[in-house]
């Protein structure tokens, strides 16, 4: 496969675009393409496709190193914990629902895990 070479008179606007990339990277080195490509549009009001300042930036090194995505760290899964005895481990849960005489209710839930009972209940099977 032959590369199609670009003509002088792009070559020369390609350079004239460079130098002004250039003088930003200098003042703001993390900027990318996409805002670079906005404020000579904008600031400026240079007419260019952002395509083709991403293209002049990757050929002159100009682009920003990728974010890496975060990785989760490399470490056993944590156990759920197991209540051994009463009222050492509770849980909660909360939902709404709505009733039509009364408009919206809702109906909050409190276990012991070791019992499985509520916390009204608890009273009846105190250790």
């Known amino acids: 496969?032959?590369?199609r070479k670009r003509s002088e008179?792009?070559?020369k606007e390609d350079n004239i675009i460079a130098g002004k990339i250039a003088k930003l990277k200098e003042n703001h080195p993390f900027w990318g393409y996409r805002r670079i490509w906005a404020w000579l549009r904008r600031r400026e009001g240079l007419i260019v496709n952002d395509?083709?300042?991403y293209r002049i930036m990757k050929e002159r090194s100009f682009l920003c190193p990728r974010k890496m995505s975060r990785k989760?760290?490399?470490r056993e899964p944590k156990e759920k914990p197991r209540a051994t005895r009463m009222?050492?481990?509770w849980g909660t849960d909360m939902t709404?629902?709505?009733i039509d005489a009364i408009g919206w209710v809702y109906i909050v839930i409190?276990?012991?895990w070791f019992?499985?009972?509520s916390g009204r209940d608890r009273h009846k099977y105190a250790e």
Request: hydrophobic fraction near 30%; proline fraction near 0%; charge should be positive.
């Open 1 to 3: 496969m032959v590369k």
């Open 9 to 11: 008179k792009r070559q």
């Open 51 to 53: 395509k083709r300042i």
């Open 72 to 74: 989760t760290a490399d």
């Open 87 to 89: 009222n050492q481990y």
């Open 96 to 98: 709404k629902i709505y």
């Open 110 to 112: 409190v276990l012991d």
């Open 115 to 117: 019992s499985k009972k």
